[in-house]
């Protein structure tokens, strides 16, 4: 059964880049069904779309962080990543990767992992 | 700020029913596209509920059902269980914005 986990550091300074990346076992990015994607959720709030990469490697992002969102697949080590440039407070949140079909919801996340943006 | 309304809370007391609905327009759920539900218990990820508007993943309690219709969406809720407080959230694509999700909606068991 496919699993994803999300990785990276904990505390990242304003003005840096945040980096995450994702790894998931018991499947491949290489799927042709499946859309990888990004998703956060700040404290005590909802839940707000990234961006998503395709197997093929198109990307989709979030217009209102399209200009500092960057989102790749490495098929050879079962990963993918996020980085997310330019970070403010705002930006601190809980950080799941996740995965979903062409047409379907997403179906698999990773458990998830806290970010925050501190001097 | 959310494409996708919901209502902030909705409470019930066990064995009853409630409805979520999720409220959008013409560019998302108008348009033709489905709505997916997911369930978040405290301090977890979220949970796939609902997909294709009405679908349950394998393990998924028939309890919970989906519906669309024109610009809105609804999950309902029978035989309401403690297990079932949590948060929901519905999730559609718009066609200027890509995927977005509802702004949630509390269920707590009376």
């Known amino acids: 059964q496919l699993q994803l986990q999300e990785s990276g550091p904990g505390l990242v300074k304003p003005s840096e880049t945040l980096s995450l990346t994702c790894t998931f076992s018991?499947?491949?990015?290489?799927?042709?069904?499946?859309?990888w994607d990004w998703i956060r959720q700040p404290p005590g709030k909802g839940l707000e779309w990234i961006g998503s990469i395709y197997y093929s490697g198109s990307t989709y992002y979030n217009p209102s962080l399209k200009s500092r969102v960057t989102i790749s697949v490495d098929t050879s080590k079962n990963q993918f990543s996020l980085k997310l440039s330019s970070v403010t407070a705002a930006d601190t949140a809980v950080y799941y990767c996740?995965?979903?079909?062409?047409?379907?919801?997403?179906?698999?996340w990773g458990q998830g992992t806290t970010v925050t943006v501190s001097s | 700020q959310s494409v996708l309304t919901q209502p902030p809370s909705v409470s019930g007391a066990p064995g009853q029913r409630v409805t979520i609905s999720c409220t959008g327009s013409s560019s998302n759920i108008g348009a033709g596209y489905d709505v997916h539900w997911y369930q978040q218990l405290p301090g977890t990820a979220p949970k796939l509920l609902i997909y294709g508007n009405s679908n349950r993943p394998s393990g998924v309690p028939d309890r919970f059902s989906g519906s669309k219709s024109g610009t809105s969406a609804s999950l309902a809720i029978t035989g309401l269980q403690a297990e079932d407080e949590a948060d929901y959230y519905c999730q559609s694509y718009d066609s200027s914005l890509g995927y977005v999700f509802g702004t949630g909606t509390k269920v707590t068991v009376l």
């Open positions: 018991g499947g491949s990015s290489s799927s042709s069904s499946y859309y």
């Open positions: 996740a995965r979903h079909p062409r047409r379907g919801g997403m179906d698999v």
